[in-house]
């Protein structure tokens, strides 16, 4: 009896001892499991006013080339400076990230934008006269202090002629827009992010208009 005793103790011990690893570890891999990053684009265009019918047909059609852009902003990562500590680094959100790579949104919204002027193609279909190419050279959110931050969106478009010979610039122009974030953190920075490309683009719009 005592041998079956002492047995049965030993026995509920360890059954006690691996249900409390077992529940150590589950709890360990509960909270080390990983976040799951949270996807942002730029919402749906905002609404503007349709231009007329007559000035939308004396456009000429325009060619959109891929947008370009440097290795640091060609992921899908959501980036930001620290203006008030150094504002030369980009450092990426830990949590959020763009649906896309930003130059392929930019480019998105900016067809958008221009298609309700004239027609818009992509570059190297049909024999459209004009080339539009684009070099997204700053995307992030900027903090001038741990509360305050805004969106900054800087392209250099370049205007080209398409000719026997090859591309003939006709105009260049660089276009830097910044607007507010209306929180310190991802979402805000998307918003201001988002805004900051829609003026980004009505200027390029504005901008491309006269010239033929």
Not at 119 to 146: I, M
Not at 152 to 160: D, G, K, M, N, P
Request: proline share 8%; aromatic share 6%; with cysteine.
């Amino acid at each position: 009896m005592k041998y079956k005793a002492n047995y049965s103790y030993s026995s509920t011990a360890k059954a006690l001892f691996c249900l409390l690893i077992a529940l150590t570890l589950g709890g360990c891999a509960f909270v080390h499991r990983p976040v799951n990053a949270e996807s942002y684009d730029f919402g749906p265009q905002p609404l503007t006013a349709a231009p007329a019918a007559a000035a939308a047909q004396e456009l000429p059609p325009l060619a959109l080339a891929d947008v370009d852009t440097s290795q640091a902003l060609d992921g899908r990562g959501m980036l930001y400076r620290l203006g008030y500590a150094d504002a030369r680094q980009l450092r990426p959100y830990a949590h959020a990230r763009w649906s896309a790579p930003p130059a392929q949104l930019v480019r998105q919204r900016l067809r958008e934008v221009l298609g309700q002027q004239r027609t818009v193609v992509d570059a190297g279909t049909g024999t459209v006269p004009l080339l539009l190419r684009v070099h997204l050279q700053e995307f992030s959110q900027q903090f001038a202090s741990p509360t305050q931050s805004s969106g900054v969106i800087r392209v250099l478009a370049t205007l080209s002629r398409m000719t026997p010979a090859g591309e003939l610039p006709v105009a260049q122009r660089t276009v830097e827009v910044r607007r507010p974030a209306p929180s310190a953190d991802a979402p805000g920075g998307v918003q201001a992010l988002a805004a900051a490309t829609d003026a980004a683009a009505q200027e390029l719009a504005r901008w491309l208009a006269p010239l033929r």
